[in-house]
């Protein structure tokens, strides 16, 4: 099984490699992502758990999600930070007009993205690790458990790194509250800092439940 799921990433990166792609966005590469885990997830669960052979459409798509990860990974470091790039293209509107726009649209987009990570993306990889459980006898029989877990630790840590990205892009390391202000304008950034915390905690909380989803699968296959 190990050269079979060397053989499908090899093909899957390869194909990746000759293919020309344009960046998509944040939201873009996770519904395509989430679009992945739910075709993993079907093919795991209708899987006739016969043969090595047969199992070659799970590698293979387990392949194809990985590369998937790695796109939307690099499409985010390519991009400045949400708030910055927006905040730059206004820069030219009196007032500061442009900053306060690039601050509401940064905050639009966090929104959104959290919200379907949390809704949608989140409730999909829980249902795979759990499809992925509940066949570890007939991948342990083919002789794919131990290619299982490698595919999980692979799968977690690229999940990870995507999370923390969005997460620099989508906050912008904190610029959009490093500029200056009058004394009456301290206690409104106090509450919008306050709200900006709870909304990263929020997606802290997310990103630690689908490490967890990750994490309860390797060792459910670990033991």
């Known amino acids: 099984m190990f050269h079979l799921s060397t053989l499908s990433h090899l093909a899957a990166n390869a194909k990746n490699a000759l293919v020309p ?3 998509l ?5 996770l519904q395509q992502i989430n679009s992945s885990i739910t075709k993993l997830t079907n093919l795991i669960s209708t899987w006739s758990g016969s043969s090595l052979l047969s199992a070659a459409p799970i590698s293979s798509q387990s392949a194809t999600l990985s590369v998937e990860l790695k796109n939307a990974i690099g499409d985010v470091k390519v991009s400045s930070p949400l708030s910055s790039s927006s905040s730059s293209s206004s820069s030219g509107e009196k007032g500061g007009g442009g900053v306060g726009a690039g601050k509401k649209e940064a905050e639009e987009e966090e929104r959104l993205l959290l919200e379907y990570i949390t809704s949608t993306l989140r409730p999909n990889i829980e249902k795979c690790m759990h499809t992925m459980k509940s066949r570890k006898e ?3 029989k083919c002789g794919l458990g131990g290619t299982v ?4 630790r692979d799968l977690r840590k690229l999940t990870g ?6 997460r620099e892009r989508v906050v912008g390391k904190g610029e959009m509250r490093e500029g200056k202000g009058d004394g009456d304008g301290d206690g409104v950034r ?3 800092e306050d709200e900006k915390k709870e909304e990263e905690d929020e997606s802290e909380k ?4 689908i490490d967890e989803d ?7 296959f670990a033991s």
């Open 21 to 23: 792609r344009t960046p």
């Open 25 to 29: 966005t944040p939201l873009q590469n």
């Open 138 to 140: 007939e991948f342990g």
């Open 149 to 152: 877990s490698g595919d999980l």
């Open 161 to 166: 790194e995507l999370g923390r990205s969005l």
């Open 190 to 192: 106090g509450e919008e």
């Open 206 to 209: 997310v990103m630690r439940l």
């Open 214 to 220: 990750f994490e309860d699968a390797i060792q459910w």
